[in-house]
């Protein structure tokens, strides 16, 4: 092929973590317009016959190889360990160090842009938050957890790249709690408890997005000319109480003296999936501003506040 045609030809795209639920989704949205390379070391169940998937670990040489050989356009980073564990070590070790490579990666090879997908989870439920927080607003998060201390470290070294790298269209996406039939992360988890544990006195206001609105952020993110760090918001917000109404759950309202110490054990014994650490959400509000992915990405939610509370159904 000669150069000409060579430049002509679509930049691919790499997408981390492409085996997960999230992935195979965005993967399904973008193989027939961009060629598509994975890199996750689990295998890819249903995957489309024009993409191309690496079964291997991003912090290997093996994964420098694939920027090495390709012109790769762009980097959708959604390798990241989000379930809970109960060492904690896998979050940094993966999640910071593995984003780290990739990153240097980046740079070194001329990737022009990157899409990062980080939490609003790292702001932190706090007494004192404003009812909406924007994106300049400090990452809070509790500390005392390995998951969101790798988090905000995770975020904060983003950030970092995004300054240090001015020619490389970086975007950080926060969005908040996302919910789904395909996902399995805590907020969802916790939906689909028959008896979901709740705070004795406190029914803090919440924000959900739908999977597939989440998609559309991605999909904003990666045109030309866009970067910047974006909270991703749903269609609106809803007392937790509610949100468990329309779903038919009952939960099992705990005094917050008995909270943390009994789940804490609970989690440890494995006789329960509700998090300890996500204790703060039951009892203080998260909220965040969508306003600047609206103004600037061009985001909005497609589906409905009563569509996005079911989907985890």
């Given amino acids: 092929m000669s150069p000409k045609a060579e430049d002509r030809k679509p930049a691919p795209i790499v997408i981390t973590g492409i085996s997960g639920n999230l992935g195979g989704l965005l993967t399904r949205r973008l193989h027939t317009r961009h060629p598509i390379i994975g890199i996750d070391r689990r295998p890819f169940e249903g995957k489309p016959k024009d993409v191309v998937h690496h079964r291997i670990d991003v912090r290997r040489r093996k994964a420098e190889d694939i920027f090495r050989a390709n012109r790769v356009g762009a980097l959708v980073h959604l390798g990241l360990v989000h379930q809970p564990s109960r060492s904690g070590r896998a979050h940094r070790d993966q999640n910071v160090l593995g984003t780290m490579k990739l990153l240097e990666y980046c740079a070194r090879y001329g990737v022009r842009k990157v899409v990062l997908l980080s939490s609003a989870y790292a702001y932190g439920a706090q007494p004192t938050n404003p009812n909406f927080l924007s994106e300049d607003a400090p990452l809070a998060a509790d500390l005392n957890t ?129 998090f300890p650490g996500d204790l703060p959400h039951l009892k203080y509000q998260c909220m965040v501003d969508g306003s600047r992915a609206r103004a600037e990405l061009g985001f909005h939610p497609e589906h409905t506040l009563r569509e996005t509370i079911r989907a985890i159904l």
């Fill in 146 to 274: 390995p998951e969101m201390r790798a988090l905000i470290e995770w975020d904060m070294y983003a950030q970092s790249f995004f300054w240090k790298h001015p020619h490389i269209e970086t975007v950080i996406l926060r969005p908040v709690h996302v919910v789904g039939k395909n996902v399995r992360n805590a907020p969802s988890n916790y939906l689909r408890l028959t008896h979901p544990p709740t705070l004795l006195g406190f029914d803090p206001m919440i924000q959900l997005l739908h999977e597939e609105d989440l998609l559309q952020a991605i999909a904003l993110a990666l045109e030309p000319g866009k970067r910047g760090v974006f909270n991703v918001v749903g269609p609106g917000e809803v007392p937790l109480s509610r949100a468990l109404r329309e779903l038919g759950r009952t939960p099992v309202p705990i005094p917050h003296f008995l909270a943390a110490p009994v789940l804490r054990q609970m989690w440890r014994l494995g006789l329960s999936a509700f």
